[in-house]
């Protein structure tokens, strides 16, 4: 039986990789410490062997990689603003920690690790972003997931460990977190509509965002796994992207007409578009879910 391990897989993306990962038929081990603030809560699967434990802890979770297959990595500090009030756990849980997953995978003989990063490493470089790009990191957050970037392609140079890195675009959908005003502006919307409250519009609302599902995210984890593909396509950067964006108000206004307009946010891009052309043709990936079609469903 193929084995599967999955840090942060209680939170919303990795539950959903978890979860068709057990469709799929494997043995899934995930590592979670649940410390992410803005989940309203954690998605254990009852069908897999669940550890909470930091992924920083190399003497208790070093065991858990024997006999793994693939690592899918997503445990990290994923918001931006938290990682600006606090760059040292930001730097710590998402470099350090990433090192060690990357260790820990490489003593045990995994076959691939899948690292979770952000289009935020893109900064103010021009749209549609392409893999080709320089980093321009704006803010902790991002530079802490560029690092493990980094991280991942020396592994796969010096060592040999199959990585494959994606930047992931403003993932939405089914378990995205509502807590506090850093979740996800999607999740956050539909929050306050179930509230009959006014949606929190940040700045003018006018910056736009390449909303992919996290379906069509957990997808492309899946289809890098196992798909074969040649050496020289590891330890490299893949969009998962849209490739269409829509304005902060756009979706607010297919949500509710009940809106006002907050502060706007420090280190934040006013555009982000992918171009996911890169990750189609290696993996046959295609996006799957239509963002304004989704909202109307709720």
Same mark, same amino acid.
């Given at each position: 039986?193929?084995?599967?391990?999955?840090?942060?897989?209680?939170?919303?993306?990795?539950?959903?990789?978890?979860?068709?990962?057990?469709?799929?038929?494997?043995?899934?081990?995930?590592?979670?410490?649940?410390?992410?603030?803005?989940?309203?809560?954690?998605?254990?699967?009852?069908?897999?062997?669940?550890?909470?434990?930091?992924?920083?802890?190399?003497?208790?979770?070093?065991?858990?990689?024997?006999?793994?297959? #693939?690592?899918?990595?997503?445990?990290?500090?994923?918001?931006?603003?938290?990682?600006?009030?606090?760059?040292?756990?930001?730097?710590?849980?998402?470099?350090?920690?990433?090192?060690?997953?990357?260790?820990?995978?490489?003593?045990?003989?995994?076959?691939?690790?899948?690292?979770?990063?952000?289009?935020?490493? #893109?900064?103010?470089?021009?749209?549609?972003?392409?893999?080709?790009?320089?980093?321009?990191?704006?803010?902790? #957050?991002?530079?802490?997931?560029?690092?493990?970037?980094?991280?991942?392609?020396?592994?796969?140079?010096?060592?040999?460990?199959?990585?494959?890195?994606?930047?992931?675009?403003?993932?939405?959908?089914?378990?995205?977190?509502?807590?506090?005003?850093?979740?996800?502006?999607?999740?956050?919307?539909?929050?306050?509509?179930?509230?009959?409250?006014?949606?929190?519009?940040?700045?003018?609302?006018?910056?736009?965002?390449?909303?992919?599902?996290?379906?069509?995210?957990?997808?492309?984890?899946?289809?890098?796994?196992?798909?074969?593909?040649?050496?020289?396509? #590891?330890?490299?950067?893949?969009?998962?992207?849209?490739?269409?964006?829509?304005?902060?108000?756009?979706?607010?206004?297919?949500?509710?007409?009940?809106?006002?307009?907050?502060?706007?946010?420090?280190?934040?891009?006013?555009?982000?578009?992918?171009?996911?052309?890169?990750?189609?043709?290696?993996?046959?990936?295609?996006?799957?879910?239509?963002?304004?079609?989704?909202?109307?469903?709720?």
């Amino acid at each position: 039986m193929t084995k599967s391990l999955v840090t942060g897989g209680a939170g919303f993306i990795g539950s959903h990789i978890v979860d068709k990962l057990v469709e799929l038929g494997h043995e899934v081990v995930v590592i979670d410490n649940e410390s992410a603030e803005s989940n309203e809560r954690f998605y254990w699967n009852d069908k897999t062997q669940n550890y909470k434990y930091d992924i920083r802890d190399y003497e208790n979770t070093r065991p858990l990689y024997e006999g793994v297959d #693939y690592v899918f990595h997503l445990a990290a500090e994923s918001r931006i603003v938290p990682a600006i009030e606090n760059p040292v756990n930001a730097i710590s849980l998402n470099c350090v920690g990433t090192c060690s997953v990357l260790q820990c995978a490489r003593e045990a003989g995994v076959k691939k690790v899948m690292y979770s990063s952000t289009s935020s490493g #893109y900064g103010t470089n021009p749209h549609p972003n392409v893999e080709t790009q320089p980093d321009d990191c704006l803010n902790p #957050y991002s530079v802490s997931k560029v690092a493990g970037e980094k991280l991942c392609k020396m592994y796969t140079d010096l060592f040999g460990l199959k990585t494959i890195i994606f930047r992931y675009f403003n993932v939405y959908g089914e378990r995205s977190p509502f807590r506090g005003q850093y979740a996800p502006v999607v999740g956050i919307f539909l929050r306050q509509r179930a509230a009959g409250e006014s949606l929190t519009i940040v700045g003018d609302g006018e910056q736009r965002r390449d909303f992919v599902h996290v379906y069509d995210v957990a997808e492309a984890n899946i289809l890098a796994a196992l798909k074969d593909i040649p050496d020289e396509c #590891y330890g490299q950067v893949y969009n998962v992207g849209n490739g269409i964006n829509y304005s902060v108000n756009e979706i607010a206004n297919a949500i509710s007409p009940n809106q006002i307009n907050i502060s706007p946010r420090l280190g934040e891009v006013r555009i982000s578009l992918a171009d996911n052309s890169k990750l189609k043709e290696t993996f046959g990936w295609n996006p799957k879910v239509s963002l304004i079609e989704w909202i109307e469903q709720k």
